[in-house]
């Protein structure tokens, strides 16, 4: 239970943000708001010494149990880790946010979707049940969207999240569809099921299927290649949403779904090929384009898309140790996946004190382009600080934790090329090399950012600020992930033994002993050749920084109108032109056709069904007998609707439709219905009054001149329509390819506890139909109100010019 109200609270504080916002006008909402991430993470940070002894917690609320779909957290060591991210860098960015955005900014919106990202995010790990963790899937897709598109007065905000959203999202529905062919295979949704059963799964003919849908929403979520390109145009967003998402936690929901999933897939080839080499052509790619940045804020954003792929790599490179099963050989192998999750923590510490530096130069600054960048270092001493702990931790230098998460990748790719399954002892070759050159871009890069930044001359006519450094408030943030990049460098073990050890434990579950998959990380392990790797990137990186102009135009070899990017934006114009050029085809702004379309789909579509099935069919032997009362109301309401059709006044018009539902109210009477008739009098009243109201308004009604085609055709369709109607009227009394659902209804008391079956179905049986007709009342009756103060305040405004 406790889990539930941790991934609740964030969205309950969120809820409260306007009411907070508005009584303490003095106050920076930020400090209520840092009050939420502080006190999960400290409420996580209790459980792990429980955690790091094998104990997992569980805790189930029913939802809707008659589709296996209830609100199930389940709290592991996976779990865990990206728990105590997602609150322990979440509180630091918040922190970071109250001195970086000005109080004349929107703050309470700020904050309120920042929560419900975080509370998104915490329901993603921990939910066990895979529609409950694609709904908040989909809430961190929103609310990411309203995050990036913060600053909305910028285009390219806007522009930057509705591609974030667009990708995303496309992926997801994937995902979704990849969810429910699981289901099809195992009969639940339930992770933890899934994965006991996972020998049955991987014989179904829907396993690779299945597998391939949840990758490409994992892929597209964390940016992987060619789903990338929505990364770098995020970077509009505010500096403290870039350090939040695209560090710590929404580019990391694709890399927890396939940590998750991989006792599920892993050990199959199709995982460990799509896995290893989407992340190893991410890698490079991302680096290869980090280089021939000018933004900061673009160089951290490939940069970013790099260090995904390297971490998605090595899971990829893990889940061939599944296949081997457990042994000492394979033992070996899962250490990949050891350092996929130690460079997941890594990358958090280094890459956000990374965005707070930048946003740091930038709000002190005025800008990001290096070309006006230099010599800030005397002036920016303890930025430049936090720029070269986590660029050399970037880049894989000691003594900072990204070398031993990146010496540990230099052991995975050579381990790999000894193992003869997947056609690895040919293809194997490609990993290490692979990963060798992104490296050296990566070194590339991160010489960039330091040197280009904080030496050389200083250029204060380029500048829009007179530089100076940050006040202390900006500073505490990226010093204390400074520090943990420090920290994790001399006692590495310690989170390697409570915390990364728990997780693998929950990726390798049928394998026996954690602590054998966990190996001793040293900072010295002597002359190797990953440290010989190591070497090699630090020569040849600083010979191509040194060199850079030389050979940076190559870049412009590959032709812009080729790009992913351009793709997109074609896709994007075209799909847009299309679309509108048959939209103004059959949307001409008149009612009437819209009728007709609609009366045609429907009769094509309902008519057709029962003609190509067979399915008519009527026996009116079989039916009760008619009397006459019942006839001569028939023949009122026929009369009242062909008059409808042939009455000159509005008034006329509205009392003939009168006519018809009181008539239907009297059928509900002889029927013994007299809950429908009552309710039928009552809607027909009241819908005549407000027609006769709103009509009193309107002019007269004016003889239509339209040309006899046209009044054929609509007379064609309205016959049509009625015929279909009346013909599945009769029909449906002697259906038989389907049972009929009346029988379950008439246990309503049993089922629902109430003895009226109409009421039952309406506050029970359909409560969400019910319940959502109630919201679109609602949202109506909003947006009327709003129309009517909106009305109200500009007559005012005209009263006073």
Same mark, same amino acid.
């Given at each position: 239970?406790?889990?539930i109200?941790?991934?609740?609270l964030p969205f309950?504080?969120a809820?409260c943000?306007?009411l907070?916002y508005?009584?303490?006008?003095?106050l920076?909402i930020?400090?209520?708001?840092?009050?939420?991430?502080v006190?999960?993470f400290?409420?996580?940070?209790?459980?792990?010494p429980?955690?790091?002894?094998g104990?997992?917690y569980?805790?189930?609320?029913?939802?809707?149990p008659?589709?296996? @779909?209830n609100f199930v957290?389940y709290?592991?060591?996976?779990?865990?880790i990206f728990g105590?991210l997602i609150?322990?860098v979440?509180s630091?960015?918040i922190?970071?946010?109250?001195?970086y955005?000005s109080?004349k900014?929107?703050?309470?919106h700020?904050?309120?979707y920042?929560?419900?990202?975080m509370g998104?995010m915490l329901?993603v790990v921990l939910s066990d049940n895979?529609?409950?963790?694609?709904a908040?899937?989909e809430?961190?897709?929103?609310?990411?969207?309203?995050l990036?598109?913060f600053?909305?007065?910028?285009?390219?905000?806007r522009?930057?999240?509705?591609?974030?959203?667009?990708?995303?999202?496309?992926?997801g529905?994937?995902m979704?569809?990849g969810?429910?062919?699981?289901y099809?295979?195992a009969?639940t949704?339930?992770?933890r099921?899934m994965?006991a059963n996972?020998e049955l799964l991987q =014989?179904?003919t829907l396993? @690779? /299927?299945?597998?391939l849908l949840?990758?490409?929403?994992?892929?597209?979520?964390?940016?992987?290649f060619?789903?990338?390109?929505w990364?770098?145009?995020a970077?509009e967003?505010?500096t403290p949403?870039?350090?939040?998402?695209?560090?710590?936690?929404m580019?990391k929901a694709?890399?927890y779904?396939?940590a998750r999933?991989?006792?599920?897939?892993g050990g199959h080839e199709?995982?460990?090929?799509?896995?290893s080499l989407?992340?190893l052509i991410t890698?490079?790619?991302g680096?290869?384009n980090?280089?021939?940045?000018?933004?900061?804020?673009?160089?951290?954003?490939?940069?970013?898309?790099s260090q995904l792929?390297?971490?998605m790599?090595?899971?990829?490179?893990?889940s061939?140790?599944?296949?081997?099963?457990y042994?000492?050989e394979?033992v070996?192998?899962?250490?990949?996946?050891?350092a996929?999750?130690?460079h997941?923590v890594n990358h958090?510490?280094f890459?956000?004190?990374?965005?707070m530096?930048?946003?740091?130069?930038?709000?002190e600054?005025g800008?990001?382009d290096i070309?006006r960048l230099?010599?800030?270092m005397a002036l920016? /001493?303890?930025t430049?600080?936090?720029a070269?702990i986590?660029?050399?931790?970037?880049a894989?230098?000691?003594p900072?934790?990204?070398?031993?998460?990146k010496e540990?990748?230099?052991?995975?790719?050579l381990?790999?090329?000894q193992?003869?399954i997947?056609?690895?002892e040919t293809f194997?070759?490609l990993?290490p090399?692979?990963?060798?050159i992104?490296?050296v871009f990566?070194f =590339?890069y991160?010489?960039m950012i330091?040197?280009?930044?904080f030496?050389?001359k200083l250029q204060?006519?380029?500048?829009e600020?007179?530089p100076?450094?940050? /006040?202390v408030?900006m500073?505490?943030s990226?010093?204390?992930l400074?520090?943990?990049?420090?920290?994790i460098f001399l006692?590495?073990?310690i989170?390697?033994h409570? @915390?990364l050890?728990p997780a693998m434990a929950?990726?390798?579950p049928?394998?026996p002993?954690a602590?054998?998959l966990?190996?001793?990380?040293?900072a010295?392990?002597?002359?190797k050749p990953?440290?010989?790797?190591t070497?090699?990137?630090?020569i040849?990186g600083?010979v191509l920084y040194v060199?850079l102009k030389?050979?940076?135009?190559?870049?412009?070899?590959?032709?812009?109108?080729?790009?992913?990017n351009?793709i997109?934006?074609r896709?994007?114009e075209t799909?847009?032109?299309?679309?509108?050029?048959?939209?103004?085809?059959?949307?001409n702004?008149h009612?009437t056709y819209?009728?007709m379309?609609i009366?045609?789909?429907?009769?094509?579509?309902?008519a057709?069904y029962?003609l190509?099935?067979?399915?008519?069919?009527?026996?009116p032997?079989q039916?009760?007998?008619?009397?006459?009362?019942?006839l001569i109301?028939?023949?009122?309401?026929i009369f009242?609707?062909v008059m409808?059709?042939f009455?000159?006044?509005r008034?006329?018009?509205?009392?003939l439709?009168?006519?018809?539902?009181y008539?239907?109210a009297?059928f509900?009477?002889?029927?013994?219905?007299?809950d429908l008739?009552?309710?039928q009098?009552v809607?027909?009243s009241?819908?005549?009054?407000?027609?006769l109201i709103s009509?009193?308004?309107?002019?007269d009604?004016r /003889?239509?001149?339209?040309?006899?085609k046209?009044?054929?055709?609509k007379?064609?369709?309205s016959?049509?329509?009625?015929?279909?109607v009346?013909f599945i009227?009769?029909a449906?009394?002697h259906?038989e390819?389907?049972?009929a659902?009346s029988?379950?209804?008439e246990?309503?008391y049993?089922?629902?506890?109430?003895?009226?079956?109409?009421?039952?179905i309406?506050?029970d049986?359909?409560?969400f139909d019910?319940?959502l007709e109630?919201?679109v009342?609602?949202i109506?009756?909003l947006?009327?109100y709003?129309i009517?103060?909106?009305?109200?305040?500009?007559g005012d405004?005209?009263v006073?010019?």
């Open positions: 239970m406790t889990i109200l941790a991934i609740m309950l504080v809820a943000i306007p907070i508005r009584r303490f006008t003095k920076h930020g400090w209520f708001v840092l009050a939420v991430p006190l999960l400290s409420l996580l940070a209790t459980y792990i429980h955690i790091a002894k104990n997992t569980t805790y189930t609320m029913e939802w809707i008659s589709f296996h @779909i957290t709290l592991d060591g996976l779990s865990m105590l609150t322990g979440g630091l960015v922190l970071y946010s109250i001195f955005l109080k900014e929107s703050l309470h700020f904050y309120c920042l929560l419900l990202f998104a329901g895979l529609i409950v963790l694609y908040f899937w809430l961190t897709s929103v609310s990411s969207f309203l990036i598109a600053w909305h007065h910028r285009k390219a905000s522009a930057g999240a509705r591609k974030a959203m667009t990708i995303t999202v496309i992926g529905v994937a979704l569809v969810f429910l062919m699981l099809a295979m009969g949704f339930s992770v099921e994965i996972v =014989v179904h396993f @690779i /299927p299945a597998m949840v990758l490409l929403g994992a892929f597209t979520k964390s940016a992987q060619p789903f990338h390109i990364l770098p145009d970077m967003a505010p949403v870039s350090a939040y998402l695209h560090s710590a936690t580019v694709g890399i779904i396939v999933t991989t006792p599920l897939f199709v995982w460990f090929w799509t896995v989407a992340g890698l490079f790619w680096s290869f980090a280089v021939k940045q000018f933004d900061l804020k673009a160089v951290l954003a490939f940069s970013t898309v792929g390297l971490i790599c090595l899971f990829g490179l893990g061939a140790a599944l296949n081997l099963g042994s000492t394979s070996i192998y899962t250490q990949a996946v050891f996929a999750l130690f997941l958090s510490t890459k956000g004190a990374l965005f530096m930048v946003g740091i130069v930038d709000h600054v800008t990001r070309r230099g010599g800030l920016m /001493p303890l430049f600080t936090i070269v986590g660029s050399f931790s970037m894989g230098l000691p900072f934790n990204g070398f031993l998460s540990m990748f230099f052991v995975a790719t381990h790999v090329t193992l003869d997947f056609s690895l194997g070759l990993f090399i692979v990963a060798w992104a490296s990566t =590339v991160c010489t330091v040197v280009r930044t030496f050389g204060p006519e380029r500048l600020k007179p100076h450094e940050a /006040p408030g500073l505490i990226p010093f204390l400074v520090g943990f990049v420090i920290g006692f590495p073990n989170l390697g409570y @915390i050890q929950s990726i390798y049928t394998f002993s602590e054998q966990t190996p001793h990380i040293h010295w392990h002597g002359m990953e440290l010989f790797m070497i090699g990137v630090v040849v600083i060199t030389k050979w940076r135009p190559m870049y412009r070899v590959f032709p812009e109108n080729y790009t992913f351009a997109y934006e896709v994007i799909s847009e032109s299309v679309s509108g050029s048959i939209t103004r085809r059959y949307m702004g009612l819209y009728f379309y009366y045609i789909f429907f009769v094509a579509v309902v057709g029962f190509l099935s067979n399915a008519f069919s009527w026996d032997t039916d009760s007998s008619v009397d006459y009362y019942e109301l028939v023949f009122v309401m009242a609707a409808i059709l009455a000159k006044g008034i006329t018009t509205v009392l439709n009168g006519v018809l539902g008539a239907v009297f509900f009477v002889i029927f013994r219905a007299p008739a009552l309710t009098l809607v027909e009241v819908t005549t009054a407000l027609f009509f009193k308004f309107l002019p009604l /003889p239509e001149k339209a040309p006899r046209v009044v054929l055709s007379a064609i369709v016959i049509c329509v009625g015929a279909t009346t009227g009769l449906v009394m259906y390819k389907f049972s659902i029988t379950y209804f246990n309503a049993e089922l629902a506890g109430g003895k009226n079956i109409v009421n039952t309406l506050g049986f359909r409560a019910t319940m109630v919201v009342l609602f109506a009756g947006g009327i709003t009517i103060k909106l009305k109200a305040k500009k405004a005209d006073e010019n």
